[in-house]
């Protein structure tokens, strides 16, 4: 650390700076009132998770042994949890495509274009996924497809962003190259600029498809269906036993979606 | 060596638009089918600027730029598309796709010629495909036809690069220092090659080389740049060693 601030240069500025006693305990008051406010804000009482410590216990011994014979009604959940982000990740790759062509700099065709693209990149990404379920568990009902359609609009949010960086980092030698050649500038940009991306962009793809598929389990929880709404409905029932079993195919899904993206990302990359 | 006259820059001059310098003034330069004609000069002589105002990725303030016939000053947006495939361009990277094949990059150069829905869509024009193997002959790297441009040393991508502009069927070739990147063995390679393709193509060749030793050994006439405008043109075998130095002993002082 104190080597790699040595060689940037910028070490010799900071340096006499750090020695700055008043400075630095300023920062740290700074810190712990920080920290200060947010536990009174929060009110944080440490003591009440040992107070809380029974409470926790009775809850673990009246979830175990989990019911497996739950699992016959948790398969279908599962599926369709899954199946909500597999949709709503390939509606948001679709979109989000043109959308960071928009709203990359050296791409962008005009600026009031880039301007709108990056506004719209920049609600659909502020506004949560738990939130655009709610509003369009209103808009078309409860059920998967709202699910479907809140994580494709916060995900073109989010890959949007991301294809956008991709696409302005990219080496734009063969783009000149191309264009030289004198091809139609759509030509320009299926030969050299989609080739040149396509990996990164899938591997972008598949992250978010695993990240797709965790959010969807909390969908269900505002009504979104799959596997979210059974552990949910077995919360309000107190059926703990119910619980742990949803919770180990929630954990199961999980790592499964983890593996199987991390290996394809591994392939194309 | 009397070919028809393909390229001819008249009068050019240009400024740049943020710092106001002049880069370019008066130059007047024709390059004729079969000729290969080098451009030396310091850093800043307008070498590079001069090649590009060529292919219009710069817009000159005034003169005219040739080829073939059409003046490309006069030209934008579909007309200037359509003129620009007479003029091919090597750049000093060799900018190859560098995931997809050695090639489908010689075959994209003829993209400019093939336009039709297909190639639009990211579709390479496949009646292209025996002139690209001829033109990767050309350069003689067939056996690579298949592998990935990114696996290629420099000295081959620049070759594939060359065999791309082939398949563009330019009459000018323009490169802009070709062999600046390249080991002294490869330089070589890539320098006997456009001379080369000057004879055997009819191409009118204009590239801007660093190397003044390698310029008086391939081209056939120099052109030496200073400030920004024509110190001299001559055939190479009648430029003075010292009219060679005095471009680059200018800037030093």
Redesign the interface.
């Known amino acids: 650390m104190r080597a790699a601030a040595a060689v940037s240069g910028e070490a010799l500025i900071a340096l006499p700076r750090q020695s700055n006693v008043a400075l630095r305990l300023a920062g740290a008051l700074g810190i712990v009132l920080l920290i200060g406010q947010a536990m009174w804000v929060t009110h944080a009482r440490p003591q009440d998770l040992i107070t809380g410590a029974a409470g926790m216990a009775d809850i673990l011994r009246r979830s175990w042994p989990p019911n497996f014979a739950a699992f016959a009604s948790a398969w279908w959940p599962s599926l369709v949890t899954v199946d909500t982000a597999i949709l709503g990740t390939a509606a948001a790759i679709v979109f989000a495509l043109p959308l960071a062509v928009l709203a990359a700099r050296n791409m962008t065709p005009s600026k009031p274009l880039y301007a709108i693209a990056r506004g719209a990149i920049a609600v659909f990404r502020a506004i949560p996924d738990l939130v655009w379920a709610l509003l369009f568990v209103t808009a078309v009902g409860l059920g998967p497809f709202a699910g479907v359609l809140a994580l494709s609009v916060h995900s073109i949010g989010m890959l949007g962003r991301l294809f956008a960086e991709v696409i302005e980092d990219m080496?734009m030698?063969?783009v000149?190259?191309?264009t030289?050649?004198?091809?139609?500038p759509?030509?320009?940009f299926?030969?050299?600029v989609?080739?040149?991306v396509?990996?990164s962009l899938l591997g972008i793809g598949l992250y978010r498809l695993d990240e797709n598929i965790r959010s969807s389990l909390v969908l269900g929880f505002v009504g979104a269906g799959g596997i979210g709404f059974q552990l949910n409905t077995a919360m309000s029932l107190f059926e703990y036993r119910d619980v742990a079993l949803y919770l180990i195919v929630n954990f199961l899904l999980v790592m499964a979606a983890e593996r199987f993206s991390a290996a394809l990302r591994k392939r194309i990359l | 060596m009397a070919g028809e006259l393909l390229l001819e820059v008249r009068n050019l001059a240009m400024r740049w638009p943020t710092t106001g310098v002049d880069v370019l003034r008066d130059v007047n330069l024709s390059v004729c089918a079969g000729e290969f004609v080098a451009i030396l000069g310091a850093n800043g002589s307008g070498k590079s600027t001069l090649l590009r105002c060529i292919?219009r990725?710069l817009t000159p303030n005034s003169g005219t730029i040739g080829v073939a016939g059409s003046d490309l000053t006069r030209l934008s947006g579909t007309a200037l598309?359509?003129?620009?495939?007479a003029?091919?361009?090597v750049?000093q990277?060799?900018?190859?796709?560098?995931?997809?094949s050695v090639i489908s990059n010689v075959a994209?150069?003829?993209?400019?010629?093939c336009?039709d829905l297909r190639?639009?869509?990211?579709a390479?024009p496949r009646r292209e495909l025996p002139a690209a193997f001829r033109h990767l002959q050309t350069v003689g790297l067939t056996p690579l036809a298949a592998q990935r441009a990114g696996t290629l040393s420099g000295g081959q991508a620049q070759r594939v690069?060359i065999a791309?502009a082939l398949a563009?069927e330019p009459r000018v070739l323009l490169a802009d220092e070709p062999v600046a990147s390249l080991d002294p063995e490869a330089a070589e390679t890539v320098l006997a090659l456009l001379r080369k393709l000057a004879g055997e193509h009819e191409l009118a060749v204009l590239a801007v080389l660093h190397q003044p030793e390698l310029a008086l050994r391939y081209a056939d006439r120099i052109v030496g740049l200073r400030g920004g405008a024509v110190a001299f043109d001559l055939p190479a075998a009648r430029v003075p060693a010292e009219l060679v130095t005095s471009l680059y002993g200018e800037v030093a002082a």
């Open positions: 080496d030698g063969p000149e190259a191309l030289l050649t004198g091809a139609h759509l030509a320009v299926t030969h050299a989609i080739p040149g396509a990996p | 292919v990725l598309q359509r003129a620009r495939r003029v091919a361009m750049s990277h060799a900018n190859l796709v560098k995931r997809r994209a150069g003829a993209l400019g010629r336009d190639s639009r869509l990211g390479l690069a791309r563009q």
